[in-house]
């Protein structure tokens, strides 16, 4: 079982930046693939990057490429997403999730466990 606790979101003006961040329960975190989805009103949930166990490995929406980044410290269980040049269209809900690594379900957005989500809006 995975905890996961996301913070950092806020009120932005557009092209401004935020840094979230979601810290995992457990001693096991780099077992652990890693993504960032987010869900706007209305709209369906989508994924916007990725990022392997070890860090290695990292993958992103068309949508958020060159402006986000994602990253982990497997010493402090904790992901980050880095959110540059942001736009109004990427206000929206913010979520980390975990599958246990391995395979290739985090490719397919096919994740196990969920934070809570953390608020991100964006103003024009």
């Known amino acids: 079982q995975v905890q996961l606790v996301e913070s950092g979101g806020g009120l932005v003006q557009a092209g401004g930046s935020l840094r979230l961040s979601c810290t995992a329960s457990g001693r096991t975190f780099s077992r652990y693939d890693m993504g960032w989805f987010r869900q706007a009103p209305g709209k369906e949930r989508e994924i916007a990057a990725a990022?392997?166990?070890?860090?290695?490995?990292?993958t992103y929406a068309d949508s958020v490429k060159g402006r986000f980044t994602i990253s982990r410290d497997n010493a402090k269980n904790t992901v980050y997403l880095e959110m540059n040049s942001l736009k109004p269209e990427d206000t929206a809900v913010y979520y980390c999730?975990?599958?246990?690594?391995?395979?290739?379900?985090?490719?397919?957005?096919?994740?196990?466990?969920w934070g809570q989500g953390t608020q991100v809006t964006v103003s024009s």
């Open positions: 999730a975990a599958v246990f690594t391995g395979g290739s379900r985090w490719l397919n957005n096919d994740y196990d466990y």
């Open positions: 990022i392997s166990g070890s860090g290695v490995l990292t």
